[in-house]
C-alpha cells in the first residue's frame, strides 16, 4: 500500500516564536506551540525552516490544517506541492 503525503510550505508575517503567543494558556489548548498544536492532526508534522517558514506535511489532514492557519495565523504565503 502506497502512502501519499501532501506537503505544503507556510511563511508567516510574524514570527513563529511570536504566532507560539497564541498558546499562551496551554491548560486550554492543550499545547504550548504552534509545532505541537500542527502535529496533533493524526499524520500531520511540521517543521520550522526559518524564523517565519515552517514545512507541513500530512497524509489526510491537510485542508483541515490550511483551514485552521488561514483563519488563526497571518500568512504571507503558503505553497501547496
Known amino acids: ?3 501519499t503525503y501532501k506537503t505544503i510550505i507556510v511563511t508567516f508575517r510574524e514570527s513563529i516564536d511570536r ?3 497564541i498558546f499562551d494558556t496551554p491548560e486550554i489548548w492543550g499545547v504550548s506551540t504552534l509545532k505541537k498544536w500542527i502535529d496533533c492532526y493524526e499524520s ?14 500530512s497524509e489526510y489532514n ?12 497571518p500568512i504571507e504565503t503558503l505553497q501547496k506541492d
Do not use: K, S
Not at 500531520?44 to 506535511?57: E, S, W, Y
Open 44 to 57: 500531520t508534522r511540521f517543521t520550522q525552516i526559518g524564523d517565519n517558514t515552517a514545512v507541513i506535511t
Open 62 to 73: 491537510m485542508e483541515h490544517v490550511v483551514e485552521w492557519l488561514q483563519r488563526y495565523t
Open 1 to 3: 500500500m502506497e502512502t
Open 19 to 21: 504566532l507560539n503567543n
